[in-house]
């Protein structure tokens, strides 16, 4: 099972920015999967869930109406796209597989993409 | 300010048995929503170590447990060894907030 996050970068507040997740080692259109970052120096945070066939969506509310938590089963990609970015959406961003279970835990994580935004 | 709320640090020697400890409320670890660990070593991303309150995945020693009560949970270690220096931070769902929480992270240090 394998996790790869892209697409991290430097941009400016108020900028936009499409981070993606390749998915390898399992059935992924099985799985909801799921975005959680960690600011510089700070603890995790989640940040958005899918369901297994992308029609279910969820938001931190700091993120609502801002990022887009979309997925391809077809390509096995989970994707965030990010818009109206601020300061405080510095972090590093880790995709994650969520477990089967409702409500559940997320394992495994991928090595994260880092997200600087600054002018 | 977590919903979750963990001690910042934990301490112990090497051999040691430490716990770290998790409180929440009735919206989330009082609402038998389940707690999950999970260990960030400096530089990585966070793993797995508990799974639904108590469970530990393949590979994690069992010198590693977890415990849920009423709002609060806890994650031990014991036999602490150097390995074991890292953050560690529960997680749990709250239905107030209808999303997934974490803990503030406790980092612990083995002397």
């Known amino acids: 099972v394998q996790l790869v996050e892209s697409g991290g970068g430097l941009v400016q507040p108020g900028e936009s920015l499409r981070l993606s997740c390749a998915a390898s080692?399992?059935?992924?259109?099985?799985?909801?999967m799921a975005w959680v970052r960690q600011a510089p120096g700070k603890g995790l945070e989640w940040v958005s869930t899918?369901?297994?066939?992308?029609?279910?969506?969820y938001y931190t509310d700091s993120v609502k109406g801002r990022f887009t938590i979309s997925r391809d089963n077809a390509k096995k990609t989970l994707y965030l796209q990010m818009n109206s970015l601020r300061v405080e959406d510095t972090a590093i961003y880790y995709c994650?597989?969520?477990?089967?279970?409702?409500?559940?835990?997320?394992?495994?994580w991928g090595q994260g993409t880092r997200v600087t935004v600054s002018s | 300010q977590s919903v979750l709320t963990q001690p910042p640090s934990v301490s112990g020697a090497p051999g040691q048995r430490v716990t770290i400890s998790c409180t929440g409320s009735?919206?989330?670890?009082?609402?038998?929503?389940?707690v999950h660990w999970y260990q960030q070593l400096p530089g990585t991303a966070p793993k797995l170590l508990i799974y639904?309150?108590?469970n530990r995945p393949s590979g994690v020693p069992d010198r590693i447990s977890g415990s849920k009560s009423g709002t609060s949970a806890s994650l031990a270690i014991s036999g602490l060894q150097a390995e074991d220096e890292a953050d560690y931070y529960c997680?749990?769902?709250?239905?107030?907030?209808?999303?997934?929480?974490f803990g503030g992270g406790t980092k612990l240090t083995v002397l």
């Open positions: 994650s597989r969520k477990a089967v279970v409702s409500k559940s835990w997320f394992d495994p």
């Open positions: 080692g399992f059935t992924f259109s099985s799985y909801g």
């Open positions: 899918v369901t297994s066939g992308g029609t279910g969506t």
């Open positions: 009735s919206s989330n670890i009082g609402a038998d929503y389940d």
């Open positions: 639904g309150n108590t």
């Open positions: 997680q749990s769902y709250d239905s107030s907030l209808s999303g997934w929480v």
